[in-house]
C-alpha cells in the first residue's frame, strides 16, 4: 500500500503589506535578503532559479502568479503556494507544499520552510535576517 505523504501548511502573520510581502517571494533583490545567496526569478518567463551558500542549487516554474494575491512554484519536491490576505494594515501569509517523494523530503522542506518564512518575517518586520553563512537546508 502506497500512502501519500502529508502537505505542509504554514500561516505565518506579518506586519508588512501584502504588496510588501508579494515583493519578497516575487523579486530577486528581495528573495537573497530572506532565502538563498543567489536568486533570479522572472514571472514573465514563469522561471525561478536559487543558489543556496551551501552550493544547493534549484531551478523551478512559477505555476501561479498573481500579484499582491498568490503565487506558486514547481520544483523537484512538489509545489509550494503562497497565499496572501490583508489583515487590517497588516497580512496573513498562508503556505501549503505538497507532492513529496520522501519522508526525508517533508522532513527537510518543514524545517526549512519554517526556518526561511520566520527569517523573511524578520527581515520585512524587523530589518533582521536571522540567517548564519553555515545554515543549510
Do not use: C
Not at 518567463?45 to 543558489?51: A, P
Not at 542549487?57 to 506558486?72: A, L, M, Q, T
Not at 520566520?118 to 548564519?132: C, F, I, P, Q, W
Request: charged fraction near 25%; glycine fraction near 6%; charge should be negative.
Amino acid at each position: 500500500m502506497n500512502r501519500k505523504l502529508p502537505s505542509i501548511d504554514l500561516t505565518f502573520h506579518l506586519q508588512s503589506s501584502p504588496s510588501e510581502v508579494f515583493r519578497a517571494l516575487s523579486d530577486s533583490d528581495m528573495l537573497v535578503k530572506w532565502w538563498a545567496a543567489k536568486a533570479s526569478i522572472s514571472p514573465e518567463e514563469k522561471k525561478f532559479s536559487l543558489i543556496f551558500d551551501n552550493g544547493f542549487e534549484i531551478d523551478g516554474e512559477i505555476s501561479n502568479f498573481k500579484k499582491n494575491k498568490s503565487i506558486s512554484f514547481s520544483w523537484v519536491e512538489g509545489i509550494s503556494s503562497f497565499e496572501l490576505s490583508n489583515k487590517r494594515n497588516d497580512t496573513l501569509l498562508k503556505l501549503h507544499h505538497d507532492g513529496f517523494d520522501s519522508p526525508e523530503a517533508l522532513a527537510r522542506s518543514s524545517s526549512g520552510w519554517s526556518y526561511y518564512l520566520a527569517n523573511m518575517k524578520s527581515v520585512l518586520d524587523y530589518g533582521t535576517d536571522l540567517r548564519s553563512k553555515g545554515d543549510s537546508f
